[in-house]
C-alpha cells in the first residue's frame, strides 16, 4: 500500500534550521507532485510548499519564501524540506502528500488536490 513517512521533526530554537524528509513507497514516485503542509495547535492545515514531477517548477506559501526550499530525489522515491531561519510562528506537525499527475510540470497548493498523506511531524520552535 501507500505509505507517506516524514521525518526530521523536532524542538529548535529561533533562527536554527531543520531538515525534513519523507519516504514515499507503493506508488510509482515519478508520476506524482508533491507537497508539504502544516498544522498549528488550534489552526486549520495550511499549505507550505510543493514541487512537480519534474522537480521544476516548485512554489511556496508567502510565510516561508526564501527560507524554506523543497526537493526531490526521484531515485530515492523521498521529498525534502529545508527550513532555515525558524520562527515561532513555524512551529506545527508538518505533513507530506502526494498527488498523481500526467503534467511533468503541474504543482498542487490546495490540500484537496492530494491523494495521499503521511502522518506528520512535530517541529516546535521556541521564541
Known amino acids: 500500500q501507500v505509505q507517506l513517512v516524514e521525518s526530521g521533526g523536532g524542538m529548535v530554537q529561533a533562527g536554527d534550521s531543520l531538515r525534513l524528509s519523507c519516504a514515499v513507497s507503493?506508488?510509482?514516485?515519478?508520476?506524482?507532485?508533491l507537497g508539504w503542509f502544516r498544522q498549528a495547535p488550534g489552526k486549520d492545515r495550511e499549505f507550505v510548499a510543493c514541487?512537480?514531477?519534474?522537480?521544476?517548477?516548485?512554489t511556496y506559501a508567502k510565510s516561508v519564501k526564501d527560507r524554506f526550499t523543497i526537493s526531490r530525489d526521484n531515485a530515492k522515491n523521498a521529498v525534502f524540506l529545508q527550513m532555515n531561519t525558524l520562527n515561532a510562528e513555524d512551529t506545527a506537525v508538518y505533513y507530506c502528500?502526494?498527488?498523481?499527475?500526467?503534467?511533468?510540470?503541474?504543482?498542487?497548493?490546495?490540500?484537496?488536490?492530494?491523494?495521499?498523506w503521511g502522518q506528520g511531524t512535530p517541529v516546535t520552535v521556541s521564541s
Open positions: 507503493g506508488l510509482i514516485f515519478s508520476s506524482y507532485s
Open positions: 514541487i512537480s514531477r519534474s522537480g521544476d517548477p516548485t
Open positions: 502528500a502526494a498527488r498523481g499527475t500526467g503534467n511533468e510540470r503541474a504543482y498542487f497548493f490546495q490540500a484537496r488536490d492530494y491523494h495521499y
